[in-house]
Every structure is written in C-alpha cells, then in structure tokens.
C-alpha cells in the first residue's frame, strides 16, 4: 500500500469510529427515554392556564405532576417530581 492510501484509510478509520459514537450516543439517549417515568407511567397530560400538566393520580395534592409551556416541558418536569417528591404523611 502507499503512504497516501494509507492516510486516506486511516482518516476515513478515524471518521466511521466518530459517526459510531455519535450513533451510540442517539441511541443510548433513546433507549433512556423509553425508561423515563412519564412513558412508564402514562400521566395525563393537558392544558392548564397558560401551561401544560402531567398528572398522575386523581388530583394534584395525591399524585403527582409536572408544569411546563409544552407537553415535553410538563413531562420532564414530571419526570423529575417523580424521581424526587417526598410523600407528605399526616399522622
């Protein structure tokens, strides 16, 4: 092989692993989505005022929900309330 065919090779080498990456990066954040909790749990997602809400449960003080401008605003909103809301207990 010749130094130029060589270079060539290992250029087009560097571009695919670089394109694999990527393609590894879309999917790994695709397969994370279907994980979210807003897929899993399926809230109700709908106008509110002048935003949107995802709810899960019967109202807004047993369940829980998101707030956001869009409905993918509300979702991750939700997805977050849900990682992290506290159950407020009244003993």
Same mark, same amino acid.
Request: hydrophobic share 30%; net charge negative.
């Given at each position: 092989?010749?130094?130029?065919?060589? #270079?060539?090779?290992?250029?087009?080498? *560097?571009?695919?692993? &670089?394109?694999? =990456?990527?393609? =590894?990066?879309?999917? *790994?954040?695709?397969?994370?989505?279907?994980? *979210?909790? &807003?897929?899993?749990? =399926?809230?109700?997602?709908?106008?509110?005022?002048? #935003?949107?809400?995802?709810?899960?449960?019967?109202?807004?003080? &047993?369940?829980?929900?998101?707030?956001?401008?869009?409905?993918?605003?509300?979702?991750?909103?939700?997805?977050?309330?849900? =990682?992290? #809301?506290?159950?407020?207990?009244?003993?």
């Amino acid at each position: 092989m010749n130094p130029f065919t060589e #270079q060539r090779i290992d250029e087009l080498l *560097s571009i695919l692993t &670089h394109d694999c =990456r990527k393609i =590894r990066e879309v999917l *790994s954040d695709g397969e994370w989505d279907l994980r *979210s909790p &807003h897929v899993l749990m =399926r809230p109700k997602v709908y106008p509110d005022g002048n #935003q949107w809400c995802a709810l899960y449960g019967d109202n807004l003080q &047993h369940g829980v929900c998101g707030f956001g401008d869009t409905p993918e605003g509300a979702c991750a909103d939700f997805d977050y309330n849900w =990682r992290n #809301q506290k159950a407020e207990c009244n003993t």
